[in-house]
């Protein structure tokens, strides 16, 4: 379960990113290569309209967003579970969903750089420790967690017949542009870099394959394909589609900004808005993500890590 707030709504998760799910021929052809007969996982599934479309005899969800889990159940039949994947706890889910028979392949696509950021979870430990918590309850910090997230990946797979794991995530680099722009905004207004890391401004973990491939050799994977590559990705919705990309996905750094407005006490009156906040970030972007002698189409420089895993 997650008591997290909800951020993701699906009607905008649908209008304006529904390109996400759609661009995976080469995450499900390649990498996954789904069998008539596989029972399988997708971790982060969203809405669930790839999730529906894998050609197998059984597929099952989780995911942390209770709107987008709705449409997944409604729009597309799917038996999905509401999970913070980073409390993946693979005796649970395969006893839930599939009898106890633990899974063929496990499945993800563009959310593991959301589940795998554990910075949230980290600034709640040290709060703790600040309230006198013992270290012993604050321990699962960071790296244990994302290792944690891989060895249950593996512990709900079946042994002994090439059980798969196969994964697309943003990787080192990804929407670098857009995420500069949001620290750059952050910037002006007087929150450096570093603080911006320290609250947790930034939702996101994009990392180099060969951390990636350390999780994976350490739960127990053979990793036998893995890649980082760089896909330009024209955005919806002609030149208003920038800003909607922004607005999506931006949640978080409107939040640390509000917050940060509040901690330095700027009057009601002179606080900046979300709206003009993320008018801002896009203003900066416009001269980058458009083609020059395009000016109705963005692009975002997106960055995919993926990779096809086995447990032995
Ligand atoms: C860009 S969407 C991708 C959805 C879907 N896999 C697709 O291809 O369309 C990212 C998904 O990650 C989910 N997510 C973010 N953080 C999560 C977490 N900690 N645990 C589980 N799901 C999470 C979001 O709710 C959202 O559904």
Redesign the pocket.
């Given at each position: 379960m997650?008591d997290k707030e909800d951020h993701?709504v699906a009607k905008d998760?649908i209008n304006n990113?529904a390109f996400?799910?759609k661009l995976?021929s080469v995450l499900v052809d390649d990498f996954l290569r789904p069998q008539p007969t596989d029972t399988i996982l997708?971790?982060?599934?969203?809405?669930g309209?790839?999730?529906s479309r894998i050609p197998c005899n059984k597929i099952y969800g989780?995911?942390?967003?209770a709107s987008?889990l709705e449409v997944a159940r409604t729009n597309h039949g799917l038996n999905v579970m509401l999970?913070?994947?980073?409390d993946l706890n693979a005796k649970k889910v395969v006893s839930e969903f599939n009898n106890g028979i633990f899974f063929d392949k496990v499945m993800?696509?563009?959310?593991l750089h959301?589940?795998l950021n554990t910075r949230d979870r980290e600034n709640e430990a040290e709060a703790k420790l600040n309230a006198g918590a013992s270290s012993s309850e604050t321990q699962l910090l960071g790296d244990t967690i994302r290792q944690n997230f891989f060895n249950q990946v593996f512990a709900s797979l079946k042994s002994g017949v090439g059980a798969v794991f196969a994964a697309e995530m943003g990787g080192l680099g990804n929407v670098a542009e857009i995420h500069t722009a949001f620290l750059a905004t952050l910037a002006r207004y007087g929150m450096t870099p570093a603080e911006a890391q320290r609250v947790g401004a930034s939702p996101w973990f994009f990392p180099h394959e060969d951390t990636i491939r350390n999780l994976l050799e350490i739960a127990g994977f053979v990793v036998e394909k893995i890649e980082r590559v760089y896909r330009s990705t024209p955005l919806p919705h002609g030149n208003k589609g920038l800003l909607e990309w922004i607005k999506l996905?931006g949640f978080s750094f409107v939040d640390a900004f509000e917050k940060f407005q509040e901690r330095k006490n700027v009057p009601a009156a002179e606080r900046v808005s979300s709206e003009r906040f993320l008018q801002e970030v896009c203003d900066l972007l416009t001269t980058i993500c458009y083609d020059p002698q395009d000016s109705k189409q963005a692009y975002a420089g997106y960055v995919r890590l993926r990779w096809r895993a086995i447990k032995p």
């Open positions: 997650t993701w998760y990113a996400v799910p995976t997708d971790i982060g599934c969203g809405d309209a790839l999730t989780v995911d942390s967003s987008l999970l913070d994947g980073r993800s696509n563009a959310a959301w589940v996905f």
